[in-house]
């Protein structure tokens, strides 16, 4: 995939969206306004779904973005397990699984660039498909 430098577009833009509504989220969930809390998981699926064709279709691909997308998807579910096994609606180990998984993959991540080795990591659509249930 082709980078272009660092900017800020329409696909960066949804992906922070996506980013910030994590806040929100915990905060609906720990409320117990569920329906809101769907509304809101919803709308950050939809930006999950359009950032990367934007970007690709327009060819707005940059470096920003291939850092922000997981990080955003990895943070909305952080705070969506943790805010859940507070309230008592989902058992903590099954949050530490979740967390334990993404840190590991991080991890292995984080260690490939120190190592300097040219892994790709393109995302799976298993594993869109994982996140979004």
Known sequence: MFFVSLYINISNILTCFRLF???????????????????????????????????????????????????????????????????GALPVWLMFLVIGRDVLIVSVFLFSLAMKWNLNFNPLWIGKVSTFF
């Open 21 to 87: 509504s994590s806040i929100p989220v915990s905060w609906l969930i720990f409320h117990e306004h569920f329906l809101w809390t769907l509304s809101l998981i919803f709308l950050a699926g939809i930006s999950d779904t359009f950032d990367g064709f934007l970007a690709r279709r327009f060819d707005q691909c940059t470096v920003l973005g291939s850092y922000l997308d997981p990080v955003a998807d990895k943070v909305l579910i952080f705070c969506v397990y943790v805010a859940l096994a507070m309230k």
